[in-house]
T-cell receptor, first 116, second 109 residues
Framework: KAGVTQTPRYLIKTRGQQVTLSCSPI?????VSWYQQTPGQGLQFLFE???????NKGNFPGRFSGRQFSNSRSEMNVSTLELGDSALYLC???????????????FGSGTRLTVV | GQQLNQSPQSMFIQEGEDVSMNCTSS?????WLWYKQEPGEGPVLLIA?????ELTSNGRLTAQFGITRKDSFLNISASIPSDVGIYFC?????????FGAGTRLTVKP
């Protein structure tokens, strides 16, 4: 079965621009979580969506937002990009919420965002 | 929120050597997970631990859930070049999942 698909794989943006990243979960999975990964900070939780509702949110500024569609696909948006937003953005999907179904918590390959 | 304390940050070893890494926290977790991430890919689950004191193996990998529930250990025996990557621990409790910063493993042939 297809894994978690993230698009695009690579992205270069300029400071001040906005960006939208996409995540298609494993078929049948209803929960999608987003993480920011940087060398210095490791994996930082952004937010989790389940059945189109945001269930949990990490400690990121309001410039970071997301949504989930009825087919469970999710997008995250970062507005007014800053240099420090350069990172690998990972999404992970699971059948139920992330805290309850860890064996099936599967990561995508990520989108590498570079802000110049 | 506070991430887990994972050590060492990096390791350079010879092929055939054993590897140990650990993760500690000031808080109790109900589940510990170990992931491996290879360059250009997302983390892949290696081992899941659900009970304090539990020792679980997956091939050459062995992980333990600490008795205090505040730590976990991962050992890799007889390392091979394809073991290179970043290993992450993750701790889970109700509505909370935290990650370690990762241990970058380099294996010299």
């Amino acid at each position: 079965k297809a894994g978690v698909t993230q698009t695009p794989r690579y992205l270069i943006k300029t400071r001040g621009q906005q960006v939208t990243l996409s995540c298609s979960p494993i078929s049948g999975h209803r929960s999608v979580s987003w993480y920011q990964q940087t060398p210095g900070q490791g994996l930082q939780f952004l937010f989790e969506y389940f059945s189109e509702t945001q269930r949990n949110k990490g400690n990121f500024p309001g410039r970071f937002s997301g949504r989930q569609f009825s087919n469970s696909r999710s997008e995250m948006n970062v507005s007014t990009l800053e240099l420090g937003d350069s990172a690998l953005y990972l999404c992970a999907s699971s059948l139920t919420d992330r805290a309850a179904y860890l064996d099936g918590y599967t990561f995508g390959s990520g989108t590498r965002l570079t802000v110049v | 929120g506070q991430q887990l304390n994972q050590s060492p940050q990096s390791m350079f070893i010879q092929e055939g050597e054993d590897v140990s890494m650990n993760c500690t926290s000031s808080s109790i977790f109900n589940t510990w997970l170990w992931y491996k991430q290879e360059p250009g890919e997302g983390p892949v689950l290696l081992i899941a631990l659900y009970k304090a004191g539990e020792l679980t193996s997956n091939g050459r990998l062995t992980a333990q859930f600490g008795i205090t529930r505040k730590d976990s250990f991962l050992n890799i025996s007889a390392s091979i070049p394809s073991d290179v990557g970043i290993y992450f621990c993750a701790g889970l409790r109700v509505n909370d999942m935290r990650f370690g910063a990762g241990t970058r493993l380099t294996v010299k042939p």
